[in-house]
């Protein structure tokens, strides 16, 4: 079996291995905050990285879903050649009960607030 | 006056000039949110700097409670040569309702997950 090594295959942290610190950090960024703000409005929907049209540079981008996917925010898998992305709300909240929804709350609010 | 370069005036933002994306960074890291979860059990009580008894140098210690500071999460003070700490609770509650609570929350239930 080589599936450690399938490129294909993405490394995601088990529930079990969540730190709420790298969560903090992954959503402490506007561009990420705004990935997960709109797959938060997806529901479980999977959603290519190209769906997003952020203001960064392809390799940002990239970067961007990876430290999401790192700290286990968003589940990233491949469907023939291309990123499926999904939020983990189901993790989330079960270690880290109302965070997510607290963090998605503040950011409408700012969002009200002083615009995007 | 000359209070604007008075070495012992620290800048703070205003409410209004508070961003979600600091404050979540602020908050990301193990060291600051410990800091944060002893000043929330202190409500409202003033810290200073060597009240926490943190597994860093003076200076790392240093930059953390600047982080707070310049993020809006704490408001640091001189009294004579110390610096007093207090957690800008009423500020973070008023512009991020529910989400101050959920982070310690969050933080509470890892380390009784997982030891601190």
Do not use: W
């Amino acid at each position: 079996m080589t599936t450690a090594t399938n490129p294909r295959i993405l490394e995601h942290p088990e529930r079990e291995d969540i730190r709420l610190e790298p969560v903090l950090h992954a959503l402490s960024d506007a561009v990420r905050l705004r990935i997960v703000r709109d797959m938060a409005r997806g529901e479980g929907a999977e959603f290519s990285c190209s769906h997003f049209a952020l203001p960064v540079t392809k390799s940002t981008s990239t970067h961007h879903f990876r430290v999401l996917r790192e700290s286990g925010v968003i589940r990233q898998l491949y469907r023939g050649t291309t990123k499926l992305n999904t939020l983990r709300r189901d993790d989330l909240d079960a270690l880290f009960p109302g965070l997510l929804d607290a963090v998605l709350t503040a950011a409408e609010a700012q969002t009200e607030r002083l615009g995007d």
